[in-house]
């Protein structure tokens, strides 16, 4: 099973700031890396597909590189709904899905 | 639109069963494989399994065999979600999830529905 490890646990940061965060993969999962957004008591939105295609509708301040087992989510310049709770999901492997435990983005 | 619309929150008592249902609309039901994901109270998500609605068949993640079902009814473009036997460490938000292209059982998630909390408590 792939393990994703997500870091950092949490980041405290301002509106205006740029955002980064990473997923690491035990094992290569290629390209097939998705990053979520989930804010309290929503279900989870994507972003980000394929390491580096934004999903319908989302802003172009987000962005995903990576392949292999490095993998990274960029808020350019961070908005107030940008506060959330951050995923990656990968689906390279059997089970075909598996998520990272999450990034907190809290506003400091 | 694409809507998937679950139904509301349930609270049952260890053993009993529950059976969450996943409301489909705004696109052909049968073409796109749900997937269902559990978060349990401040956890991460964790995936469960899924069903393809053009067959019927379902699949599980190992640790949802046994006690969860997932099963369908077209005629109302629905998916459901049965656990039995339900144990307090149940207690989680489940989510329905549909996958982005048509016919494929294995890509990225869409569209989700708002989730259902089951709490089990005695």
């Known amino acids: 099973e792939v393990v994703l490890t997500q870091s950092p646990a949490s980041l405290s940061l301002s509106p205006g700031e740029r955002a980064t965060f990473s997923c690491r993969a035990s094992?290569?999962?290629?390209?097939?890396l998705a990053w979520y957004q989930q804010k309290p008591g929503q279900a989870p939105r994507l972003l980000i597909y394929?390491?580096?295609t934004r999903a319908t509708g989302v802003p172009a301040r987000f962005s995903g590189s990576g392949s292999g087992t490095d993998f990274t989510l960029t808020i350019s310049s961070l908005e107030p709904e940008d506060f959330a709770v951050y995923y990656c999901?990968?689906?390279?492997?059997?089970?075909?899905?598996?998520f990272g435990q999450g990034t907190k983005l809290e506003i400091k | 639109q694409v809507q998937l619309v679950q139904s509301g929150p349930e609270m049952k008592k260890p053993g009993a069963s529950v059976k969450v249902s996943c409301k489909a609309s705004?696109?052909?039901?049968?073409?796109?494989?749900i997937n269902w994901v559990r978060q349990a109270p401040g956890q991460g998500l964790e995936w469960m399994g899924w069903?393809?609605?053009?067959?019927?068949?379902?699949t599980y993640a190992q640790d949802f065999t046994g006690r969860f079902v997932f099963s369908l009814d077209t005629s109302v473009t629905t998916a459901y979600l049965q656990i039995s036997g339900l144990k307090t460490e149940d207690t989680a938000v489940y989510f329905c999830?549909?996958?982005?292209?048509?016919?494929?059982?294995?890509?990225?998630?869409?569209?989700w529905g708002q989730g259902t909390l089951v709490t089990v408590s005695s």
């Open positions: 999830a549909r996958v982005m292209d048509a016919g494929v059982e294995i890509n990225w998630f869409d569209r």
């Open positions: 705004g696109y052909s039901f049968t073409n796109f494989v």
């Open positions: 069903i393809d609605p053009n067959t019927g068949r379902p």
């Open positions: 094992q290569s999962v290629r390209r097939y």
């Open positions: 394929d390491a580096s």
């Open positions: 999901q990968q689906r390279a492997d059997w089970p075909p899905y598996t």
